[in-house]
């Protein structure tokens, strides 16, 4: 066994005290730290996307910790979700905290995992042998935005309901298989109690075992493989520190900096209630999806009802299903091995992200 | 309301005041803190016999004359503008009671610059002994700077006896300044120590930045372990009745305006808590990460965390400017009876000349809205009107400005929170009408008598 393995550079067996000496005889603590010491990160001009992954990592451990302090409150039911949400609001001491930051770090964390994507697209990270971790990114993706819709839901206020309205019709114009997953997710043909409860279900439950399984995976791949230096970079450009511990420093303070805005946010703009959702009033005036679906559902807007024979929104929804497509297939036909093929995916990037960018500002604004 | 008004559409003259006093405290607290930070690493570099440690003082001083000496003085006459322009009647009582003892601040301020300037110029020049000597001359000047000028401030939220015999001398030693002393001073080394930071991740040789960015991030040591307990006896020490708005708020705040105070509260308490992980996990452990760009991330930690504990110690005292005695929009407490009889527009010398120029009910409501609510509140910008009276009729604002006019706790929601309404039922006839027309008027809020 290797001697210089600790940080000061004294052997383990000296320095150890006996609880580490136990563990270490149970788990191999010494080649785990071998390993660390191993791993490398490099530093370049655009070293400073790869904090985006721990930053989608620190949010996430918010949402489990928060979503879990939320739960002992919040009841499920279409008579008591309302008033639930309002008692953590209003009378639960720190509950109006508690669910602000809930609320605030799912929307940091969106908006983080589509900078994590779109700087590993940029950067060429998806390129063999990464395929697989590309793809389970772009899964996750739809997780995060999964979570996003059915959280939305569940504190039954008008606006909630009317936006989920609008989701679920959206959701059914699906080609082939939409009607039957609208149904299945509102658990009939209106929005009730069934939906609630289902949402509820994959909110807490479905979408986590599902977000834990794939995002093992992903850390899982992205530690075999190690971190990708885009080509750009001349490799005389190239350093490299230590994952552990320089790395790891450096994102914990990063980490702290996200949290500090985090809670800024949560300070000065709480998260707020509406009035109960009635499904028998009037849609509210100028109702609009969360941020980041907003792009999509102003695309769809702009597509008049009938292209041809084609309905307006079942093929507004084709396209975006493409262009998904595209984008996650897109470490199969970009392999590297044609520079025009390479080009070709950085300007089909670009137009994405601008399109996204002018989509949901022109939605926000009109 | 003896005084003109300065109007600052959308963002309002207290956070004008607000914005350049953080700055100014940022840079004021930094020349002081430097004072024991120059000292001390002057006297590690002679003990240690170590060259690199005074190339690098040479160095950190030229940044620290320029920032405290620039900066400092451009923020601290801003202040003296904005405070006088925005706050007349609270800085006429401040120089009224404390003339005696701001003459002796300027002259301890005076020294002090005097002194900076002397030690970064006498930088081999003069033999170590005496630019030693200059160092701890500089630590004394801007720590009595701090001694004086924190009288002042500690009055304004706990003035204690001098509400009662007028001594400035009862004010000046109120109850929280020496807990606020104290804990300011820790504050000072700690800032000291952020900006340390940034000049010391710049020091070319590895070993000697390791040493210094380690060496700096000792300085906010000191605040995270004695700043709790003198944090403690600086919240036993301030007014019942705000200690109460605090623990309201821990509630509501999900709801409501009211509860800024504890949010306020909350966000300094939060951002001083990660600001010690930072100065542990990143300098402290490992220095040799610690470049120039985490340096300045790590200042503007520094610069937010100041900004909120400011910003929640002004809260403390409101509604008023000095705590019991004057409100934040200029009224005296004990003047609100004689102001209730004798109408507002009638009892302040300015206010008067200017609703003697109009026979416009509107205008002269929107003179009372000036005076009265301004201080806090924008037309449609910081805590707007706008927003705030939506679609209530002129019989709803009259309701809520009889609430408002109630001094009895009891009877008046807002106590503690909004100073009280202080003028006649003609005077609230007017200002509803005024409100009224913010949003029903087709020139809402565009009713132009400044001019006049």
Known sequence: MATELLPDGTSPEKSINPLFKWLNDRLDLVSIWQ????????????????????????FLIVQIITGILLMIYYVPDLNSAHASILKINTRIDFGWFVRSLHCWAANLMIFVVFLHLFSTYFMKAYRKPREITWLIGMGLLVLVMGFGFTGYLLPWDQVSLFATKIGLDITSKVPVLGDQLATVLRGGSIISQNTLSRFFAIHVIILPLLLFGLLGIHLLLIQLQGISTPKSIKVSEVKYEKFFPDFIFKDLLVWILALNVLFVLVTFLPWGLGEEADPFAPAPIGIKPEWYFLAMFQFLKLIPAYIGPIEGELFGITIIGLIVLILGLVPFWDTGASKKLSKLATYFGLIVLLSMIIFSIWGALS | MNYPIWLVPFLGGSWIIGIISII?????????????????????????????????????????????????AITGVGIWFSVSLVSPDTIAILIQNFAFAWAWEYLFFAAEIATAFAYYYTWDKVSKEIHLKLANLYLWFSVFTLVIINGILTFMLTPGKWIQTHNWLDGFLNPTYFPSLFIRILIMLAIAGIYALVTSSRIKDDNLREKMVKYSAKWLMPVFVAGPIIGFWYFTQIPHETIMTIANGIQTSGVGNFSILTR??????????????????????????????????FLLCGFMVTGTTEWMREMLRKPYTVYNYIYSNGVKKDEILNIDKMGFLKSGKWANACASKTDNDI??????????????????????????????????????????????????PYHGIMPPFAGSDEDIHLLSSYLYSINNSPNSSDHKISSR
């Not at chain 1, 390993?35 to 620190?58: C, D, F, N, R």
């Not at chain 2, 430097?34 to 000292?39: E, M, P």
């Not at chain 2, 001083?272 to 120039?292: C, D, Q």
């Open chain 2, 24 to 72: 100014h405290i940022f840079i004021s607290h930094f020349a002081v803190g430097s004072g024991f930070y120059l000292a001390l690493t002057e006297r590690k570099a002679y003990k240690e016999n170590d060259e690199g440690i005074y190339d690098y003082l040479k160095k950190h001083t030229r940044f620290f004359v320029l920032v405290t000496t620039a900066g400092g």
């Open chain 2, 264 to 297: 306020a509260t909350y966000l300094s308490l939060i951002l001083s808590g990660t600001i010690v992980v930072f100065a542990y996990v990143g300098p402290y452990l490992n220095p040799k990460g610690f470049t120039f760009g985490i340096s300045l991330m």
């Open chain 1, 35 to 58: 390993l660390a010491q191993k791993k490398e990160v490099p530093i370049h001009k655009h070293s400073i996307w790869y904090y985006m992954g721990g930053i989608t990592l620190m």
């Open chain 2, 363 to 412: 205008q002269k409501g929107q003179i009372i809205f000036r005076y009265e609510c301004m201080s806090c509140h924008t037309v449609d910008g910081y805590r707007s009107m706008k927003k705030l009276l939506g679609t209530r009729d002129q019989d709803s604002i009259v309701g809520f400005l009889n609430l408002l006019h109630q001094t009895e706790p009891a009877k008046n």
